[in-house]
């Protein structure tokens, strides 16, 4: 069952999705060669908390850190460890919080120095597949409206798109209806409706869209081993239009860049 949200109720989500915004933006520059996963974990536990928040993924479904943290060929759920970042990984940062009993969550991949230009490319066509897919939630469309979007353009560059883990609604719940694939055809799927709040969140391959489930039981991996890449935004439907709830602004910042993708949101973003 759908949950819609009413307009103070997106404002709320608003705020929780502006708390692993401002984290994520505290991440980036942190995000280098020599630093732990582990280190970036307890790092983001301690801001997230000193927003007046608690983190949103620990403790749930048993998991056992604030953050999931996927390098170069994990797609998702990768746990932190002690292990150096190196030059030339790639690290997908998923994060979570909840405020006002609302959850925020939202995902950025960054790249730990210096990465080679294949690695870049992928980075940024699934960062563009993430905004393409955010145009199509609006009034008249359906699931698989997004899912096609995202799809079409990524497979356009010969990339895999993973079938076995998709976005999905938000709200006091970390997963609610409805599921929202990155994959499907035109004008199929559950209808979208005023008030929705989702999660859009492109999970692409270099190679094969297939992957397994390493033996920690949470992190998902490449089944060719090539890197995987994975960006999220929080998305409200209001007055029959997306309105991003979560934003890469501090991300930008911290390190330096002018997304394109954004701007065309910036006016229905909330940016301190």
């Given at each position: 069952?759908?949950?819609?949200?009413?307009?103070?109720?997106?404002?709320?989500?608003?705020?929780?999705?502006?708390?692993?915004?401002?984290?994520?933006?505290?991440?980036?520059?942190?995000?280098?060669?020599?630093?732990?996963?582990?280190?970036?974990?307890?790092?983001?536990?301690?801001?997230?908390?000193?927003?007046?928040?608690?983190p949103g993924f620990?403790?749930?479904?048993?998991?056992?850190?604030?953050?999931?943290?996927?390098?170069?060929?994990?797609?998702?759920?990768?746990?932190?460890?002690?292990?150096?970042?190196k030059e030339g990984?790639?690290?997908?940062?998923?994060?979570?919080?909840?405020?006002?009993?609302?959850?925020?969550?939202?995902?950025?991949?960054?790249?730990?120095?210096?990465?080679?230009?294949?690695?870049?490319?992928?980075?940024?066509?699934?960062?563009?597949?993430?905004?393409?897919?955010?145009?199509?939630?609006?009034?008249?469309?359906?699931?698989?409206?997004?899912?096609?979007?995202?799809?079409?353009?990524?497979?356009?560059?010969?990339?895999?798109?993973?079938?076995?883990?998709?976005?999905?609604?938000?709200?006091?719940?970390?997963?609610?209806?409805?599921?929202?694939?990155?994959?499907?055809?035109?004008?199929?799927?559950?209808?979208?409706?005023?008030?929705?709040?989702?999660?859009?969140?492109?999970?692409?391959?270099?190679?094969?869209?297939?992957?397994?489930?390493?033996?920690?039981?949470?992190?998902?991996?490449?089944?060719?081993?090539?890197?995987?890449?994975?960006?999220?935004?929080?998305?409200?439907?209001?007055?029959g239009k997306p309105?991003?709830?979560?934003?890469?602004?501090?991300?930008?910042?911290?390190?330096?860049?002018?997304?394109?993708?954004?701007?065309?949101?910036?006016?229905?973003?909330?940016?301190?």
């Amino acid at each position: 069952m759908i949950i819609t949200k009413t307009l103070e109720e997106i404002e709320l989500m608003r705020e929780s999705a502006l708390v692993v915004s401002k984290t994520l933006g505290m991440l980036a520059k942190e995000v280098k060669p020599g630093v732990t996963t582990n280190q970036l974990n307890a790092m983001a536990e301690a801001f997230i908390r000193d927003q007046g928040a608690v983190p949103g993924f620990l403790g749930l479904y048993g998991c056992p850190s604030t953050l999931l943290t996927s390098v170069n060929d994990a797609v998702v759920h990768g746990l932190p460890t002690d292990e150096p970042l190196k030059e030339g990984d790639i690290v997908a940062i998923d994060c979570g919080a909840v405020k006002n009993e609302f959850y925020g969550d939202h995902a950025y991949t960054f790249e730990v120095g210096e990465i080679d230009a294949k690695t870049k490319k992928l980075l940024d066509v699934t960062k563009a597949s993430l905004y393409l897919g955010i145009r199509e939630f609006k009034h008249g469309n359906r699931v698989g409206d997004i899912g096609y979007a995202i799809q079409d353009y990524c497979e356009s560059h010969n990339y895999g798109v993973v079938r076995e883990l998709v976005g999905h609604g938000l709200g006091k719940k970390l997963h609610e209806d409805p599921e929202v694939p990155n994959y499907g055809k035109r004008g199929r799927g559950k209808k979208f409706v005023e008030g929705m709040t989702i999660a859009i969140e492109p999970m692409i391959n270099m190679g094969t869209h297939q992957v397994k489930q390493l033996s920690d039981g949470w992190t998902i991996v490449t089944k060719d081993g090539k890197p995987s890449a994975h960006f999220e935004h929080n998305v409200a439907l209001v007055n029959g239009k997306p309105e991003l709830l979560s934003t890469f602004a501090y991300v930008y910042e911290a390190l330096g860049i002018t997304s394109d993708e954004e701007k065309e949101f910036r006016q229905k973003e909330f940016v301190l």
